[in-house]
């Protein structure tokens, strides 16, 4: 597999005639990560043509990656390199397609964001576990089912079409992905479907010298909510959410380690004011959540901003909030410009929070109504996809859809299990 990512920045630098693009989305966490790597890895194996540039992109500028702290983790416990990689910004697409150049798959997305429209027409194929937005043309080959893992999708094709280029290298990682993204293959979880048991069954039947599932999925688990390395800014954009509304321009930002900690941190102050100050924002909320002995969350929250008037409307909307409530404490703050809290009510997560924030913003203005304030925190959200349906078991929990598998969406799902007590403690062991 190194060979093959190293020789794809090489065959870019050749200038060769036609480049093929295996495209992840735009949240690039480690399902969109290896189902763009591994499947440029089997076109280039089984293509005619073996010079055939076949080149996986990884969809977000290069700055970025450390935040992705499941994909830095799975890199290095398989000994594969970050340098050779290609990102969004290593690689002009749009100049590759004017040039007539360029030839695009998608994986673990299937319509293109706005900003890309312009490169759909080089659009031959698609790979992904949700459903297809994107309308029918002849010229454009789609699988699309509703699995936990695109990933598992990955691993069919080459089942079926080249079994014979599977190694454990490549096998581990696999596995990883799927099992990291069906919650440790739990029904309990709701993610998994009957087809990413029976291909993580198949790879661990394969090559039986993998590690154990638990340990594999805690380990990108912890990797996932990792800012041990990061810093300030980094540990604010890595799970933000961005909503406008009269004059407030305001962040909410989910930060995994205590507040006490992240209030201890040099030149807080500074920090807070530049990522403002870069993101257009004049006001921050920052909820902090760390884990209880049988991994509940505890929850605590800080309101930024440098204009005290727009500070102590938040901060007042959060107090006063009772649907629900936050049973909020304050709690002492070396930052004037922060107002900080203990969360008493730790099943509230930030999900929960941004009703009391989007009826402050509409209250500021009310002639904007649901719809603008909606689509605001939509458009800038920049997190993972939806979730994939399962239209394979009646009754399952994904029926209806689940919400997108963020960290808190993750963290709530802890919350709902740990309160269930000890009952469901065997059957969400995978967790810890």
Known sequence: ??????????????????????????????????????????????????????????????????????????????????????????????????????????????????????????????????????????????????????????????VQRAPEILDRQLASILRSTIVLDCINMAPEAGKVTPKDTQYVTLLESKFDKLPPRAATFDSLQKAKFDVSGLTIEQMLRKDLKALSGGDFHLAISAVYLKLEDLLARPCLKEAFEEFCRAGGYNVLVVMTISFGQRSEPYRQLGVYSAHSDLRESVSRALEEAESPSLQLTPMDSPCAEMAAYHQGNGLASRKKLLPIVRDLLKAQEPCWGERRVEEACRDEEGLLPPTPMNSLVEGCPLDGGLPKLTPEAVLEKFSKMAAAGPASDSATSGYR
């Not at 890895?41 to 970025?64: C, E, G, H, W």
């Not at 150049?101 to 299937?110: A, P, S």
């Not at 080089?122 to 937005?133: K, P, S």
Request: charged share 25%; net charge negative; with cysteine.
């Open 1 to 158: 597999m190194e060979p093959f990512l190293r020789d794809c920045r090489a065959v870019l630098q050749s200038g060769t005639s036609g480049v093929h693009v295996v495209l992840g989305n735009e949240a690039c966490d480690l399902d969109s990560m290896v189902s763009a790597i591994v499947l440029a890895y089997f076109l280039r194996k089984t293509a005619p043509d073996q010079k055939a540039a076949f080149v996986p992109v990884l969809n977000i500028p290069r700055s970025d990656f450390p935040l992705r702290g499941e994909c830095v983790s799975l890199l290095r416990e398989s000994c594969l390199p970050q340098e050779p990689l290609l990102f969004r910004d290593d690689i002009d697409l749009n100049q590759l397609h004017r040039d007539g150049r360029l030839t695009l798959t998608l994986v673990d997305h299937n319509v293109l964001p706005r900003g890309d429209a312009a490169l759909e027409e080089a659009v031959t194929e698609v790979i992904d576990h949700r459903l297809v937005e994107r309308p029918f043309s002849p010229a454009c080959a789609v699988t699309a089912e509703l699995v936990g893992s695109c990933a598992t999708l990955v691993t069919e094709r080459i």
